[in-house]
């Protein structure tokens, strides 16, 4: 079977209509009528199917009691891990490590396919600003570029190769808008421009299908007033015809059918119709398409033709990933895969390179194991399920090391005193006993956070404080006058401006996973120089928002945004400390004059001033002077990671493409107009020296 087209066509023309529509239904629960309709034909896909034995008793069914043995596709939702499980996607995109992320959507497509699990609903790739939503975990932040090329890292890792075929078929979701939903509530509105959706939220799923994506699933939300599994313009339009994607398009749960309860579908015949029209080749769970496509084709049929070609791109994906070859998995497998030591390994190698210092007064940290006694006080103190995070698919709290757990494991000298304080969500606040254990210590380090069931799906918040009385409890601990360090567990940013002004260190831990506990140790004890750096900016008001980085230019800059307090963040795009000082020097272009063909050349000198070893994450922006539209007015466009022994200095060089100064025009066609810009470089999208450079005709 090395001839696809060949293969996919033949099967084609021997397959019934009702064979076909079989195709495009997928149902996510399992049980005798759906092994029925998989025996007549009538079911393509499955999700949330449990365990290698399960499926290869569906897959059997499927292959051996139907007419024509089309294996199934089973899908899953491994967001950041199937049973190992790693940070949460935006403390992973914490780390600006391309080859730690691909790794670690290797291991997890690795995992799930020794489960059965041939297609993974994942990387979700939509640009959040918005923190009161709850998906902003399950993503890369809130910049295009960065998140284009996590994109680009994940899909490449969930598709990885293992005897010629992908472990898993990857499906960047969702397509398109999501992360913009109006006032961060999930499945709400979302209305932006034609250029804003094409410079803002397009780029990482244009980057995902560049490196070959095999499927994409379209979102909840509406754009220009059409909600996405019925959006003939930006499914079939520019997802079909301007970007080429040729993969499967499956809906979100049920989100054909919902076409009606957006009132754009009077009934599930209407919406089935739509859907189909759109280019949306799977009803997930519905069953608009199971029950309804055969009569909209009988009225229609010249509708046959796109039945067909959603067919193809379904049969193609299954040809693609090998299951006319072999649909079954080693039902032992799993045994030697799941929870490997070298995936734990992983696990807290990319855990710790996530964790993100905000706060080093007087150099606190790192802290030394010495003849002292230390009080591990809050909820997270001797807390495993949580560090799970959000989306944590098999992951299980018996696999996580608790930070308690870790500390009492590693340190020798140290005295260990822990009191959770609260409840996870910070409510029945021992305040007498926190406080009786604090007075105990020499130092004191605060375990705070969100519970993980705070993110996640239609998981948003109305206001980004700490939950419950977790905020009091830093108030009193920081009156008797102790060292404070404050670790916060979180699946967005939080306001927490407060917090950060009384402790003497804060160190953002996000939803780490299963390693969680360890990869603080390292941090807090030096084993480990933290290098991560925010992807999403943290506000200090809720009122900000949405704030971010790269928002555009207007036409009264200097004029205050607010009249009682002004627009500047907490910790902006792109920062994070280290226990060591890092200074950026001579920048030097080869040319400051390019074409729109040549490349930008330019190094830049970054010296490690402190007294530790550590890794940088080097940051390019730029600007464009002037414009025939509006734009940011800064932008990322290139990153790397470099490594200095203490007082090393490294020329770091880069090599930018012009398309990375390219806009789409009033017209949306994108063009590299010449003019003048501005090149940034530093340690975050605030601290940066400058250079300008030009682009000519």
Not at 76 to 103: M, N
Not at 223 to 250: C, H, M, Q, T, Y
Not at 598 to 619: H, S
């Amino acid at each position: 079977m090395n001839n696809k087209k060949e293969f996919v066509e033949k099967l084609l023309k021997e397959m019934t209509l009702e064979e076909k529509i079989g195709q495009m239904v997928q149902y996510g629960k399992l049980n005798d009528e759906i092994k029925d309709k998989i025996r007549q034909g009538k079911v393509g896909s499955l999700l949330n199917v449990q365990g290698a034995k399960t499926v290869n008793e569906l897959q059997k069914i499927a292959v051996n009691e139907t007419r024509l043995g089309i294996p199934l596709l089973i899908g899953d939702d491994v967001i950041h891990g199937y049973r190992t499980t790693f940070p949460i996607p935006l403390a992973e995109s914490c780390s600006w490590d391309l080859d730690l992320i691909q790794k670690s959507a290797s291991i997890a497509a690795k995992e799930a396919k020794s489960c059965g699990v041939n297609w993974i609903f994942a990387p979700m790739v939509d640009i959040a600003r918005d923190p009161r939503w709850g998906r902003i975990a399950e993503g890369a932040g809130e910049d295009h570029y960065l998140g284009a090329e996590i994109a680009k890292a994940r899909v490449k890792g969930f598709q990885t190769l293992e005897n010629e075929y992908p472990l898993t078929a990857s499906c960047p979701k969702h397509y398109v808008g999501y992360g913009a939903v109006i006032g961060g509530r999930d499945y709400n509105n979302v209305d932006m421009s034609e250029n804003y959706l094409k410079t803002y939220y397009l780029p990482p799923f244009i980057a995902a299908y560049e490196v070959g994506a095999l499927t994409t699933m379209c979102s909840f939300n509406d754009l220009f007033a059409v909600p996405l599994s019925v959006n003939k313009k930006v499914l079939r339009g520019i997802l079909r015809e301007e970007l080429n994607f040729n993969g499967l398009v499956v809906s979100d749960w049920e989100s054909v059918e919902e076409s009606i309860y957006h009132r754009v579908s009077k009934d599930r015949k209407e919406a089935a119709l739509k859907g189909l029209l759109a280019s949306c080749d799977i009803d997930m769970h519905s069953g608009v398409y199971d029950d309804n496509l055969k009569q909209v084709v009988e009225e229609h049929p010249e509708l046959i033709e796109l039945i067909d070609e959603a067919v193809y791109r379904i049969l193609s994906v299954k040809y693609d990933l090998g299951l006319f070859e072999n649909p079954y998995v080693d039902e032992e497998l799993h045994k030697q895969v799941i929870l490997h030591p070298e995936h734990r390994k992983h696990a807290l190698e990319v855990a710790k390179r996530s964790i993100v210092l905000l706060e080093n007064k007087n150099g606190i940290l790192p802290l030394k194991d010495t003849n002292q006694t230390i009080a591990l006080i809050g909820p997270y103190a001797n807390d495993q399920e949580n560090h799970l995070g959000c989306w944590s698919c098999k992951g299980a709290k018996e696999d996580v090391i608790s930070i308690y757990q870790a500390l009492a494991t590693n340190l020798k000298k140290t005295k260990i005193l822990v009191e959770s304080a609260c409840d996870i969500n910070g409510q029945n606040l021992d305040l007498d006993k926190a406080i009786e254990t604090a007075k105990h210590c020499d130092i004191i380090i605060l375990a705070l956070g969100e519970p993980r069931y705070y993110s996640g799906e239609n998981n948003n918040r109305m206001n980004l404080n700490l939950p419950g009385f977790q905020e009091k409890l830093v108030e009193e601990i920081v009156k008797l006058n102790k060292p404070v360090i404050a670790l916060i567990a979180s699946g967005r940013p939080l306001t927490i401006g407060n917090i950060s002004e009384k402790v003497d260190a804060l160190v953002w831990t996000w939803h780490l996973g299963i390693e969680a506990g360890n990869a603080i140790y390292e941090v807090l004890f030096g084993l480990t120089n933290p290098s991560g750096k925010l992807t999403v900016t943290f506000p200090k008001h809720i009122g900000q928002i949405p704030l971010y980085y790269n928002h555009k230019s207007t036409g009264r800059p200097n004029f205050p945004r607010y009249i009682d307090g002004d627009d500047k963040p907490l910790y902006p795009f792109g920062y994070g400390l280290s226990y060591s000082h890092f200074y950026y020097s001579n920048l030097k272009l080869k040319k400051e004059v390019i074409s729109k063909e040549e490349v930008l050349e330019f190094t830049i000198d970054v010296t490690n001033n402190g007294p530790y070893a550590g890794e940088e994450i080097v940051q390019v922006y730029f600007q464009d002077h002037f414009a025939s539209v509006t734009l940011p007015v800064k932008q990322l466009c290139a990153f790397t990671k470099v490594y200095l022994e203490p007082l090393e200095t490294k020329t770091v060089h880069f090599t930018i493409s012009p398309n990375q100064f390219g806009l789409y025009n009033e017209n949306n066609e994108f063009v590299i107009e010449p003019g003048t810009f501005t090149l940034y470089v530093g340690s975050n999208s605030v601290k940066v020296i400058s250079h300008d450079f030009s682009i000519k005709e």
